[in-house]
């Protein structure tokens, strides 16, 4: 099933189109929620705006999450105090 949460898939259409998404959630009218590398916040999507990978992700994990993306963690890119 290609409309499932945590599927990683690319955006055709729209402002963040040829970003990679993750699905967080799927409505009863057919519309899917997503998150994008462009904008963090869950977005109401069409599937038809989707090109759908293979890749499953846990939602649960947002370091999951952000490795689909190809966003870099915060802890990551903090510096060591010395």
Not at 7 to 26: E, M, P, Q
Not at 35 to 49: A, F, L, M, S
Request: proline share 2%.
């Amino acid at each position: 099933m290609l409309l499932e949460v945590g599927r990683v898939c690319i955006k055709r259409f729209g402002r963040d189109a040829g970003d990679r998404a993750v699905i967080t959630a799927v409505e009863e009218n057919g519309f899917v929620r997503v998150v994008t590398t462009k904008r963090h916040n869950e977005r109401r999507c069409n599937p038809r705006h989707l090109e759908f990978l293979n890749q499953v992700v846990d939602v649960k994990s947002r370091s999951a999450v952000d490795n689909a993306l190809g966003i870099e963690s915060k802890e990551a890119t903090q510096t060591p105090k010395a």
